[in-house]
């Protein structure tokens, strides 16, 4: 499965969100407001790899499926190290386990992102938490440091989740008798340091980093999309597809039978019990080698893994009836409930569904099902019990792969269809696109061409979704890496443009081209250009024009985009740009 998605990993391409997390990552610096800083954290690994936009979408894939398997190893090594007898059985089953964490690819949005750095976040500081120690060896003070690594990373990423994070963390250490006041004051003061830190590369001081942070926020409100804070505050609700109650029933059932079986005295019954997982197995290659195909079992189909700790939850039950439940220690029980509202911590704050955004993070509700197993379950079950267990992840995994790859997000083709290299953004970062999303780039980047166009030229963009386009000819995203336009949910997106341009300087803002979409559904309105005292009209000339294709910015009518050059000498648009923020 890791092979299968490094080698999709360079298909495929998404010109509004992935085309806002490249500009970020690209040149963070630029940009002056934001609450996310997610941007400046990839960006050495961007630089290292030199705008690879593959590359960096594998490097990020490893890096997370890595944190996933070490959280999973010392998850076995706390609730059942007993279980093994021997290392390598657990570093094998942690690693299937850790496929769990590839449902996250069900969108298949692969590129560097805060969604992906607070998943990462989450990770670090749970095995921080999972390690941590009250009192013990000098050693376990690393435990604590990552904890307060993990908050400051999910600070980065989503201040949000970095809140609901710092609760939970406290509330799982009080629970489970580990809080010991030097060590959360080590953990404090790693996340302080490293926030201080970030504060002085950033903006050179606190006080620009709080600037940066409340410009961001009042963009996110002036929004209207619900990044309210009390709007955070709230319990969704969510509706499994009759299909998929099927499959949670069927998978939950067949665990706990092949779970029972591998109890009995007869041994044929014993290795009977297995063909369940072996199927499991069989039904992986299939996917993975495109035998099979996945239907698509509604929008919340990512709820699916909650047949692991629903499975465990009943084996835990059952072996040993109540003996088992009263066996598992507070400390077992608040660890349960910490893996079990991690996903409600990564959602905490976004405007999308809780259950829906939550379930891309799932692995934690797998986790939570591992570490629901009581001692005596073990112990009586031994490691077989969790053999069906780990088979069902790696097909929930490869189910939820498969539904991305063919259903990749704002694309309206599959994946393996992807067959056109084109270069996006810096030379030599090609990705394979579909033939009619490779000719709207190509069509975009000969028009700039011919129109004179050149690289990190500032650009206005006006559509409202195209901030992909902008980095794919290698344009300078002015105002804001994405200025958002107005989609449904969305109200303040012309207010808010507005707002960014003039934090803009007018040297930068003389000098931009324009990018609009005359019909778009989104488009921006091109008085915006009012804010530095230019004409949408009398002050820039067509430079070149090209359509869309369906699916780009998740519009299905094909459209015209215009490219627009300024046509006012610099010095008289600097000086009306000046003269207009007097008058403002």
């Given at each position: 499965m890791v092979a299968w998605v490094l080698w999709y990993l360079r298909r495929g391409f998404d010109f509004a969100d992935e085309g806002f997390y490249l500009t970020w990552i690209s040149n963070p610096f630029k940009y002056t407001a934001s609450t996310t800083q997610f941007g400046f954290l990839y960006h050495p690994l961007y630089t290292l790899v030199d705008g690879d936009i593959a590359l960096l979408r594998q490097i990020n894939f490893l890096a997370t499926f890595?944190?996933?398997?070490?959280?999973?190893?010392?998850?076995?090594?706390?609730?059942?190290?007993?279980?093994?007898?021997?290392?390598?059985?657990?570093?094998?089953?942690?690693?299937?386990?850790?496929?769990?964490?590839?449902?996250?690819?069900?969108?298949?949005?692969?590129?560097?992102?805060?969604?992906?750095l607070i998943y990462q976040a989450l990770l670090i500081g749970a095995i921080g938490l999972v390690t941590a120690e009250r009192k013990g060896r000098r050693t376990n003070l690393w435990s604590w440091v990552l904890v307060g690594v993990g908050g400051w990373l999910a600070f980065m990423a989503k201040p949000t989740s970095a809140a609901a994070f710092a609760l939970c963390a406290l509330a799982y250490l009080l629970a489970a008798g580990k809080a010991e006041l030097r060590r959360l004051c080590l953990a404090a003061a790693v996340a302080l340091v490293l926030l201080?830190?970030?504060?002085?590369?950033?903006?050179?001081?606190?006080?620009?980093?709080?600037?940066?942070?409340?410009?961001?926020?009042?963009?996110?409100?002036?929004?209207?999309?619900?990044?309210?804070?009390?709007?955070?505050?709230?319990?969704?609700?969510?509706g499994l597809a009759e299909s998929a109650e099927r499959f949670?029933?069927?998978?939950?059932?067949?665990?706990?039978?092949?779970?029972?079986?591998?109890?009995?005295?007869?041994?044929?019954?014993?290795?009977?019990?297995?063909?369940?997982?072996?199927?499991?197995?069989?039904?992986?290659?299939?996917?993975?080698?495109?035998?099979?195909?996945?239907?698509?079992?509604?929008?919340?189909?990512?709820?699916?893994?909650?047949?692991?700790?629903?499975?465990?939850?009943?084996?835990?039950?059952?072996?040993?009836?109540?003996?088992?439940?009263?066996?598992?220690?507070?400390?077992?029980?608040?660890?349960?409930?910490?893996?079990?509202?991690?996903?409600?911590?990564?959602?905490?704050?976004?405007?999308?569904?809780?259950?829906?955004?939550?379930?891309?993070?799932?692995?934690?509700?797998?986790?939570?099902?591992?570490?629901?197993?009581?001692?005596?379950?073990?112990?009586?079950?031994?490691?077989?019990?969790?053999?069906?267990?780990?088979?069902?992840?790696?097909?929930?995994?490869?189910?939820?792969?498969?539904?991305?790859?063919?259903?990749?997000?704002?694309?309206?083709?599959?994946?393996?269809?992807?067959?056109?290299?084109?270069?996006?953004?810096?030379?030599?970062?090609?990705?394979?696109?579909?033939?009619?999303?490779?000719?709207?780039?190509?069509?975009?980047?000969?028009?700039?061409?011919?129109a004179g166009f050149v690289r990190g030229t500032p650009v206005i963009d006006l559509t409202g979704h195209s901030p992909g386009l902008l980095y794919t000819i290698g344009a300078s995203n002015t105002g804001q890496p994405w200025l958002i336009g107005n989609f449904p949910g969305y109200t303040?997106?012309?207010?808010?443009?507005?707002?960014?341009?003039?934090?803009?300087?007018?040297?930068?803002?003389?000098?931009?081209?324009?990018?609009?979409?005359?019909?778009?559904?989104?488009?921006?309105?091109?008085?915006?250009?009012?804010?530095?005292?230019?004409?949408?009209?009398?002050?820039?000339a067509i430079a070149g024009e090209f359509d869309t294709t369906k699916g780009v910015g998740s519009f299905m009518e094909i459209r015209t985009q215009r490219l627009l050059k300024p046509v006012r000498p610099k010095a008289e648009a600097v000086a009306a740009c000046r003269a207009s923020r007097k008058i403002g």
């Open positions: 890595g944190l996933s398997w070490v959280l999973s190893h010392v998850l076995l090594s706390k609730v059942a190290a007993q279980a093994f007898v021997r290392h390598r059985l657990r570093f094998a089953i942690s690693g299937a386990l850790a496929t769990g964490c590839f449902v996250y690819l069900r969108l298949w949005l692969p590129t560097p992102s805060y969604n992906w201080a830190g970030s504060a002085f590369v950033i903006d050179g001081s606190i006080a620009g980093f709080v600037g940066r942070l409340r410009a961001g926020l009042e963009a996110a409100i002036g929004m209207g999309s619900g990044h309210g804070f009390m709007s955070s505050f709230r319990i969704d609700r969510f949670l029933l069927v998978s939950t059932a067949l665990i706990v039978v092949a779970a029972v079986a591998q109890r009995a005295r007869f041994r044929v019954l014993a290795y009977g019990a297995l063909l369940p997982s072996i199927a499991a197995i069989v039904a992986v290659l299939a996917i993975v080698s495109g035998a099979k195909n996945i239907p698509d079992v509604g929008n919340f189909q990512q709820l699916l893994v909650w047949c692991i700790p629903l499975a465990v939850a009943l084996l835990t039950v059952m072996f040993g009836a109540g003996e088992s439940v009263a066996s598992i220690a507070s400390e077992r029980w608040a660890l349960v409930v910490l893996l079990s509202v991690l996903p409600y911590v990564f959602a905490f704050g976004t405007a999308n569904n809780y259950w829906w955004h939550g379930g891309l993070a799932g692995f934690f509700w797998i986790l939570a099902g591992v570490a629901l197993l009581s001692p005596v379950a073990l112990q009586r079950g031994s490691v077989a019990l969790l053999i069906p267990v780990v088979a069902t992840v790696q097909l929930l995994a490869a189910a939820m792969i498969h539904i991305g790859i063919e259903r990749p997000y704002y694309q309206v083709r599959p994946l393996r269809e992807s067959h056109q290299r084109v270069e996006i953004g810096r030379p030599g970062s090609g990705l394979l696109l579909f033939d009619e999303l490779a000719a709207y780039a190509n069509r975009a980047k000969s028009s700039a061409e011919r303040g997106g012309n207010r808010v443009a507005e707002a960014a341009l003039r934090r803009v300087s007018c040297e930068e803002l003389s000098e931009a081209w324009l990018l609009t979409e005359p019909d778009g559904e989104v488009s921006l309105s091109p008085d915006a250009v009012a804010t530095f005292g230019a004409d949408p009209v009398r002050d820039y």
